[in-house]
């Protein structure tokens, strides 16, 4: 893949949504959040940088995740980004409405 | 975030509008019906978004419109998908299946990593 | 709310999280390159894949810095690079931002002016609710141009009592000029007011009452009320002045109150006092103009009511018009209504008024544009010197339009630079230039001091000079902008910058921005010249009488009764050493005022008169101006000596030019023109006794389709033509006035200051346009020069090769001029055709103004090419002659 921003192509809000529910599963640098993102997609999605960090960046506007500084597992230094029980919450809302929204489209797309 | 209204972003809207023009050919609001119908009402398109669209979508050759007169003896502008709409409809809907799946398996994702 | 205040503690820190973000990318892709090394790459493979993401960094520091402080962000940070950028080349922002303050200074004040003149409010409170309402009435073909926009007292009286959209309407005099009575008499300006006038203005007066309606019914007691500078000037700010008796052209006003201090009096005169109509008579000689239904001499102002709009008065107003034409068979009205402002313009020539601003205004508005041309020259050069660095930035992520922003903050940042800096230039030097100007632009019988016109900036100068910088900063940004976020890195990539194919389309850009600038200096530098030639042309003409060694004394409106201007007196002036001939005019020659009327020929009707400027003088006018009677004779003793204002039939002599339109090349002795004296509603003949040569007596360069003399007795201007020294002779003649009445305000005055005024008025004009022609003309070499030198030098590289080719240096030399000659061709035949269109309007305004003629035309050419050719032999010098090798290391 190159570096595309394909996530957010689908819905507004995509990316955030998709980093938020990375987090669930425990705090994670920048980097670790792509790989999860493409492990789990099954190597469909690879979000670049110029998408991740300013959505990042929003996160923490939002007061959704907190973010520190910390080591990395190769011993270098990280910045590592943590959910907060606001972040949950914001996960647990948009990703019902979220769902909502791509089944319709879907109805739509599935439509003879 | 994405609410109840039809916050729908550029590409996916092209792509639902070709898609209701694939039966056959339908004036402007008679494509606005079609997406809210099928949707089940969840889909609400402003007829600004609607008119933006369309004429995206005219500039890139994917439709062609013309005047005809409806069943109510109206003249209204008809909108039909071109060769190359068909093809570029194809193209998203593979595209969006892919993306959408993908995202799907990450969102349902439970076991830690 | 959290969003807010994370926003708060985010530009707190923003550097520091900056930073943060900096390091967090930078380990990002460490961690990247580890990864790929761990998938076989090699390292170097791998921190080289990893790097490649260098751009996206870029942008990715961008767009979250937007996420927290919004779109703002990126202009911030716009501003600051575009600042550091400026720094960086402190010549080439200094040019510019003068070159633009120059060109935006110059439009700021000559906006100020004309905005004091014309577009102000009047100094009243809710002076947007005061409109101006005036007419032009129609009979016929006939249209009275004398007291153009006036009403008659009835006419105002049915306007006051019927309108509804109107709250009130007032009407005030022309100012005239009034004798105060005391120890030193003086003249002063004054205002003939309707007695509802401070209420309608809305002025209350500073001590004392204002005028009410028992002031203006007839038989009142005359009243009235100061005006705030003689009563500080003349009574020392007498708090005692109430109930006061003050003497007015001789007659007694009792002072019932004082007006406050710039209270409005009719005009951009300072108001001396305030009368009530009804006073009327008391200061006008004459037939009274207030009891006379014919006669038009008021200006009516009136105040909308809440929430009525201008449409509604102009329709309410207009009914009325209609009625009152109704009443009088034939008659048509058509009313102007408009915002009042200080300066009454009549209707008539508010068109010329307009157009002459209009003229002035494109004037100023052409070196803009040069200097606009200039500053885009100097970004489109520096536009190529940057193509390195923006070429990086858009390799690096940058959107054209990220580039584009950049570029025209940078050129906003110039322009809002010379806006301010022109501003500020403006309202310094402009108030030297009003005192400086003031003297010139006025008569010299009246005083500097009595204006009182507002040029302070208002916010509509503010609002003009802010449109005119932004309007400026896009006008010469989008361009070179434009082109230079063309630049990207495969062109750059070719070693050669300079005159390479990318290149191909700067040069036409700049080859087009040479030509406009040549175009608008021609036809800046064609005009001036033309006023030039017109100027020469006033010092030069003959006004067709003698004004040297001729004096004058003015009374002002004070005659004086007959026991002073009378035969005695002319017989004692006359007799005085040193002078030659007396005479006695009702009017000054090139003076301020003028008399006119309507005449008709026998057997014609109303509406084929004709409108007549005319003259009352005594027999010895002729000789003593020199104005020579080429057919028949002039006035006898007798008939001044007898002439009677109510004379049913009278003596006249014609000007040549009203000879030549009533009866073609016909002997007009002896034949007669019909007169209507409404007043007296008899009908005057006139008798053609002489016919005088034609002599620019109203206005220097014209002469009057029709002139009329009549003979008077002695009395109003006194005219004397004297030997040598005016300085002896004035004395005397005062000493003589002086002793016949001590309390006579009167002044000697030399005719020539008369002539010089009108020259100086059209001398000012072409001082202006010729400083005009001067600037337009620097700023236009300065670009014409910049431009060619730079492109010849861009071609040094190909000029060196061509050389070592074995080409003769004057052959390339002469290829290459040509070359970048060729836009300042086109744009110098531009330059003459648009030019020759100006000229054409000018020549319609002012005096002595030809279409400009051939050698005017090729002189500013010719300067044109030279400067151009100049500039491409001095930036060829390095090259000429020179080792060729020295011009491929040129860079």
Redesign the interface.
Known sequence: MGLTNIASDLLPGTLELLILKSLVSGPKHGYAIVEHLRVTSRDVLYVGESALYPALQRLLLNGWARAEWGLSETNRRARYYKLTPAGRKQLAGERAGFERMVRAIQHVLDAT | MAKDRSDVLQGTLDMLVLKALQLEPMHGWGITERIEHWSEQVLQLGQGTLYTALYRLERQDFIRSEWLVTDNNRRARYYSLTVRGRRHLTASLAQWRRMSRAVNLVLDVTTVS | M??WL??LA?LFRQSRHEA??R???E??R???A??LEREGLTSQAAAAASRR?VG??F???E??R???LGSWATWWQDIRYGVRTFRKSPTFTAVAVLTLGLGIGVNAGIFTVLNGVLFRDLPAPNAQELVSIQQTVERGTFTATTGSGSFTMSEYRQYRDRARTLSGVLAHSDPRETTLGGETPQEVFGAIVSCNYFTVLQVPPALGRALTEEDCEPGADPVVVLGHGPWTTAFAADPWILGRAIELDRRRFTVVGVAAEGTYGGSPMRAGYFAPVSAEPLLWPGASRYADDTNRWLYLVGRRRDGVVLAQVRAELGVIAAQIDQQQPGRSTTLAIDRATPMTVPSQARGAAMGASAVLMAAFGLILLIACANVANLLLARGTTRSQEIGIRVSL?ASRARVLRQLMTESMLIAVAGGLLGSVLALWSFQALVTLALPVALPPEVPAFAFALDFRPDYRVLAFAIALTFGTGLLFGVAPALHASKSDLSALMKQDAPGSGSSRLGGRLRGTLVGVQVALSMVLMIAAGLLLRGLYATYTVDPGFAYRDVSYLSFGTDYGPATVLNQRLMDEVEALPGVDAVAFAAQTPLGESSMGGAVRLPGRGENEQRFAEWDEVTPGYFSLLQIPIVRGRSFTEAEGANAAPDADVRPVIISQTTARNFWGEGDPIGRTLLRDDIARKVVVTLQVVGVAADAQLSALGTINPYYIYEPRRPGGVLLVKHRADFRATASSIRALVRARDPSLAFRVLRLEENVAWWRGVSGAITILGAGLGVLALVLASVGIYGVVSYSVARRYREIGIRLALGARAPTVLGMILRQTMRPVMVGAIIGVVAAGAVSRILSGVLFGVSPADPIGLGGATLFVLAVALVSGAIATRPVTGADPLAALRYE
Request: hydrophobic share 40%; no cysteine; aromatic share 6%.
């Open positions: 959290g969003t994370r926003r985010y943060d973000l390091d967090e990318i380990a990002h460490s961690l990247r580890a990864h993401a996206n960094a942008l990715a520091r767009d979250a937007e996420v927290w992520g």
